[in-house]
């Protein structure tokens, strides 16, 4: 699913998170439900999550390109989705509005 490329990615309110070096563990304390993320969605996470005033995609494809070689394009496609599946589940707020979502996971 492709988002709208200048759409501003925020941390849910709701949503706290704790790191480690297997990745990120992600608590929706509203809906009561923990995520696991790997190394690679704990750097996007923790990319959104530093970007208090939002971060567009090219902003995170940015920084996820000095840490992976992986072409521009696949990043692109790769963040883009997982973006998508983060914002169904309402861990993440495309331009600050919360969608709403009964999907049970976003697996990273």
């Given at each position: 699913m492709k988002t709208d490329p200048n759409a501003m990615w925020l941390v849910s309110p709701?949503?706290?998170s704790t790191y480690s070096e297997d990745g990120a563990v992600l608590l929706d304390i509203r809906k009561?439900?923990?995520y696991s993320l790997?190394?690679?969605?704990?750097?996007?996470w923790s990319t959104v999550e530093a970007s208090p005033s939002?971060?567009?995609l090219r902003g995170l494809v940015d920084v996820m390109e000095?840490?992976?070689t992986i072409p521009r394009e696949r990043l692109e496609r790769d963040v883009d989705?997982?973006?998508s599946k983060l914002e169904n589940v309402g861990l993440v707020q495309r331009n600050g509005l919360l969608h709403e979502s009964k999907a049970a996971g976003a697996r990273g």
């Amino acid at each position: 699913m492709k988002t709208d490329p200048n759409a501003m990615w925020l941390v849910s309110p709701d949503v706290r998170s704790t790191y480690s070096e297997d990745g990120a563990v992600l608590l929706d304390i509203r809906k009561g439900l923990c995520y696991s993320l790997n190394p690679v969605a704990a750097r996007v996470w923790s990319t959104v999550e530093a970007s208090p005033s939002g971060v567009d995609l090219r902003g995170l494809v940015d920084v996820m390109e000095t840490h992976y070689t992986i072409p521009r394009e696949r990043l692109e496609r790769d963040v883009d989705e997982y973006l998508s599946k983060l914002e169904n589940v309402g861990l993440v707020q495309r331009n600050g509005l919360l969608h709403e979502s009964k999907a049970a996971g976003a697996r990273g």
